[in-house]
């Protein structure tokens, strides 16, 4: 009975879990003509701005990354590799690092022409979702309630796509 109930409550986190995620873009977050190299020379900037527009990030990114601690790789277009940390809380960005941080709760890998793809989409939160489903985007989640995000949105995005 105590396995059955377990089941359950499982089976119904991962029905919220995915059932919350919604890939409508509501507006610009970031800066215009904004690129990765923008994003690392003007990091106060940059989490400035996302923290003011909150309000126009996709309910999926702050479903995926709303209270976490993220470790973010990127691989530049020269093959070298830029790392930072990002703590957030309830999506907005309370704390970051010019390197990794201990204990992150998710590791992000994404190559430089992937972000600046995404950041001059007319869709960002679609074409993050198709770098999610493409693995041009590795999300590496590295505890347990997060692996359930990942693998939650990973199944929104399959099912979406079959629509």
């Known amino acids: 009975m105590k396995s059955l109930t377990t089941l359950i409550l499982l089976v119904f986190f991962v029905v919220v879990v995915i059932t919350s995620f919604d890939l409508s873009y509501t507006g610009d977050i970031v800066a215009e003509n904004f690129n990765t190299k923008y994003l690392l020379d003007n990091m106060d900037k940059v ?8 309000e126009n990030i996709p309910r999926f990114a702050k479903t995926l990354f709303g209270n976490e601690r993220i470790n973010l790789a990127i691989i530049m277009n020269n093959n070298s590799k830029k790392e930072f940390g990002l703590i957030t809380k309830e999506g907005k960005v309370i704390e970051y690092s010019k390197k990794p941080l201990e204990n992150p709760t998710i590791g992000i890998t ?8 995404i950041a001059s ?17 590795i999300l590496e989640p590295k505890k347990f309630l997060t692996k ?3 693998t939650g949105a990973k199944a929104f995005i399959k099912i ?3 629509f």
Not at 47 to 54: A, E, H, P, T, W
């Open 110 to 117: 994404a190559p430089e022409s992937v972000i600046d793809n």
């Open 148 to 150: 359930i995000k990942v």
């Open 47 to 54: 989490v400035n701005d996302y923290n003011q527009k909150f």
């Open 160 to 162: 979406k796509d079959l």
């Open 121 to 137: 989409s007319r869709n960002p939160s679609q074409e993050f979702s198709k770098a999610i489903k493409n693995k041009k985007i």
